[in-house]
């Protein structure tokens, strides 16, 4: 189900939270069809970017890849997004779905083979530097020649999004690759 034109133009100027707006703009303006979400937290954002890519997508098809811990996230309570839930709610917008569970590192370690030409890669907030370190030496196999990953910062950032392009993926996994491992004793 493609968002309406009003549907759009309010999730990508007003809605809440505002640093989502970036997504929603984004897709409309580049008329992304391959997503991938790095840390889903309550899939409102990855439903509405999936609703806006249906709009502009015009005949192509829509995928998304999703990864997050879902139930085995750390503070998961009852009102924790689970993969079954996740996958019922984005698999009714129409588009095609693949859901990962696990942390980020882990999750493109098992995938990051099967993908290819992501538009753009949205990580969120509550994925830690540390981790996700671990990560920019997989992503340029899988990123589109133009692709924009949206890297959302913590509280102290307000949470905003810093856009990187895939020169910067790239200078970080070289970066990333230079560092050794420290031998233990």
């Known amino acids: 189900m493609a968002a309406s034109f009003w ?11 505002p640093e989502d707006r970036v997504c929603y703009r984004l897709i409309q303006k580049h008329k992304y069809v391959s997503i991938l979400e790095i840390g889903m937290e309550d899939a409102v954002r990855s439903e509405r970017m999936l609703q806006i890519a249906l709009r502009t997508a015009g005949p192509r098809v829509v995928n998304f890849v999703g990864i997050d811990l879902f139930e085995a996230h750390p503070k998961a309570d009852e009102e924790q997004l689970t993969l079954k839930a996740a996958h019922q709610l984005l698999s009714g917008t129409g588009a095609r779905v693949k859901l990962v569970p696990g942390d980020a590192h882990s999750a493109l370690s098992r995938t990051a083979n099967s993908l ?11 994925n830690s530097p540390e981790v996700m370190a671990k990560c920019w030496n997989l992503m340029p196999r899988f990123l589109a020649e133009n ?11 307000k949470f905003q999004f810093k856009t990187l392009t895939v020169d910067d993926i790239k200078q970080r996994a070289a970066e990333q690759g230079k560092i050794k491992p420290s031998k233990a004793a």
């Open 7 to 17: 549907q759009t133009v309010w999730w990508s100027y007003f809605a809440q939270l």
């Open 116 to 126: 290819k030409d992501i538009e753009l890669v949205v990580i969120g907030w509550d």
């Open 147 to 157: 692709a924009t990953i949206l890297l959302q910062g913590g509280e102290e950032e």
